[in-house]
T-cell receptor, first 113, second 109 residues
Framework: IAGITQAPTSQILAAGRRMTLRCTQD?????MYWYRQDLGLGLRLIHY???????GKGEVPDGYSVSRANTDDFPLTLASAVPSQTSVYFC????????????FGPGTRLTVL | GQNIDQPTEMTATEGAIVQINCTYQ??????LFWYQQHAGEAPTFLSY????GLEEKGRFSSFLSRSKGYSYLLLKELQMKDSASYLC??????????FGAGTTVTVRA
């Protein structure tokens, strides 16, 4: 079934630990995105990648890093988690063509204690 | 700067019509999206407007006025399953989506 998968579904993490959230898409979309969603703030872009081998910073990149070694995978790493990174994280992808509709994965609920 | 506003909550009765307004400010604009998000789930695409006017898609319609920085999503013949959050988002000049905080619509019997 075509789409985007994310892992894990949820995670509780101690502050200071390193964590990688995984995202894989099988739609051969060029662009991929990581968002966090917090109550009252909506979705905010963390990092993005327009094509394999390139990445860029979004609105809230501090404390996060990404890589895009191939078209399908776009992992998000928290090098040293802090409680303010408690959030729901969504990965999304889009084709480079019009109208740049983004398709979202099911999300990862992360709690940092 | 970039800014996008939409009401926090709306309540309507099954079978009724609800209009969710969205206003935005941006220096560059490449279109306006509406997404639906049920509680605990991922956002799903509803509509896209890049030109002024009304786009109709079944029970859902979306309107855009670029000169006014204004859009609305119209939900007709409301059903219980339409209870969800509706996210307004504009595509900026550098092709990044900026989302509003979302409008939670509650449909009552």
């Amino acid at each position: 079934i075509a789409g985007i998968t994310q892992a894990p579904t949820s995670q509780i993490l101690a502050a200071g630990r390193r964590m990688t959230l995984r995202c894989t898409q099988d739609m051969r979309h060029n662009a991929m995105y990581w968002y966090r969603q917090d109550l009252g703030l909506g979705l905010r872009l963390i990092h993005y990648s327009n094509t394999a081998g390139t990445t860029g910073k979004g609105e809230v990149p501090d404390g996060y890093s990404v890589s895009r070694a191939n078209t399908d995978d776009f992992p998000l790493t928290l090098a040293s988690a802090v409680p303010s990174q408690t959030s729901v994280y969504f990965c999304a992808s889009s084709d480079a063509g019009e109208p740049d509709t983004q398709y979202f994965g099911p999300g990862t609920r992360l709690t940092v204690l | 700067g970039q800014n996008i506003d939409q009401p926090t909550e709306m309540t309507a009765t099954e079978g009724a019509i609800v209009q969710i307004n969205c206003t935005y400010q941006t220096s560059g604009f490449n279109g306006l999206f509406w997404y639906q998000q049920h509680a605990g789930e991922a956002p799903t695409f509803l509509s896209y407007n890049v030109l002024d006017g009304l786009e109709e898609k079944g029970r859902f319609s979306s309107f855009l006025s670029r000169s006014k920085g204004y859009s609305y999503l119209l939900l007709k013949e409301l059903q219980m399953k339409d209870s969800a959050s509706y996210l307004c988002a504009f595509l900026s000049g550098d092709y990044k989506l900026s989302f509003g905080a979302g409008t939670t619509v509650t449909v009552r019997a």
